[in-house]
């Protein structure tokens, strides 16, 4: 059926760990893993409209040591990689023709806008129509130094144990303090829950020798550089870009100012970009719980992909 859309979905999965991953989500061994519970929402209404939908896991989910999920531009293959392989498969009544959409959220969205930019040169045999990526990280530099010391702290620093995993140059070992060692050991065979939420609030300084602030290291930097979305590519299909409008939460850790300059960034290259920023403050949250979490997991950008993918 060539009419029949496939979504390549990426989770909020940022576990570094080997039997974190959907692969195994899916088959129940880590029913606590919050990025399967986060696409419970949308998934149900993607399945609802009848679309096939690819989850891929970033990183061969039998391998031992740290996966590199926060590496966005692996990430955005791995993704590829699996709508390439989806297509193939018998019994999907899926062709090389059906329209493909990009959906990701929190760590997925770095793999789904960096496939967003990528895929017409990587995979350009997909048929991509269009993107959806929320409250994904735009500027690691800027995410690390925002959550040092915050309730992020943890997040922050599985970025950067994540980012070595592919830029082994990092050597974090070297730089960390019997503390931060330690802690990169756990991370390193962890998922994100319960381990990354065990530092809250912990100024990363305490876990780097000498007291260094990680978003300054020098040898950080070029990966920080390598990472930043919008740099040196924009989609080349509409995309819908949703964050927290404002920093006014305690889940506003992605500064706003990032999502709007990558929406600034896209569109200044040519793009086509709906931006339609959430309302992440407090007050919501205790009136209006609902609203509140389904924006923050995506379903409310459903209703645009459907009409992208239709179109």
């Known amino acids: 059926d ?43 209404m993607m399945f609802e409209r009848g679309w096939a939908v690819s989850i891929s896991d970033v990183g061969n989910d039998s391998q031992t ?21 989806a297509l193939q498969l018998p019994g999907l009544d899926l062709s090389p023709q059906s329209p493909v959409g990009l959906f990701g959220i929190a760590g997925g969205g770095v793999g789904a806008s960096f496939a967003a930019e990528r895929h ?12 959806v990526a929320e409250g994904m990280v735009v500027d ?20 950067l144990v994540g980012l070595e995993a592919k830029y082994p140059e990092m050597d974090l070992d070297a730089k960390l303090s019997p503390l931060g060692k330690q802690v990169a050991d756990y991370y390193r065979s962890e998922c994100q829950f319960p381990a990354y939420f065990t530092l809250p609030f912990v100024p990363l300084s305490a876990l780097f020798a000498n007291g260094q602030s990680p978003a300054r290291i020098p040898e950080f930097q070029h990966v920080f550089d390598d990472n930043l979305l919008g740099s040196d590519g924009a989609p080349s299909k509409p995309m819908l870009i949703t964050s927290c409008g404002a920093d006014n939460s305690f889940m506003s850790l992605v500064p706003a100012a990032d999502t709007q300059g990558l929406v600034d960034r896209y569109r200044q290259a040519g793009a086509t970009v709906s931006h339609q920023p959430s309302n992440c403050d407090d007050m919501r949250l205790l009136t209006n719980l609902y609203g509140w979490t389904t924006d923050l997991f995506g379903m409310q950008t459903i209703d645009w992909l459907e009409a992208e993918l239709s179109a």
């Open 2 to 44: 060539r009419t029949r859309p496939v979504v390549g979905y990426q989770e909020a999965n940022d576990s570094l760990g080997s039997r974190c991953h959907p692969s195994t989500q899916w088959t129940g061994a880590t029913p606590l893993e919050p990025g399967a519970w986060s696409a419970l929402g949308p998934l149900a």
């Open 65 to 85: 040591g740290p996966h590199g999920v926060f590496a966005g531009k692996y990430a955005a293959n791995a993704m590829l990689d699996g709508l390439r392989s």
């Open 120 to 131: 017409a040169e990587y995979a350009p045999e997909l048929n991509v129509q269009a993107s």
């Open 140 to 159: 690691q530099r800027n995410f690390v130094e925002k959550s040092d010391g915050s309730v992020g702290a943890g997040f922050a620093f599985a970025t």
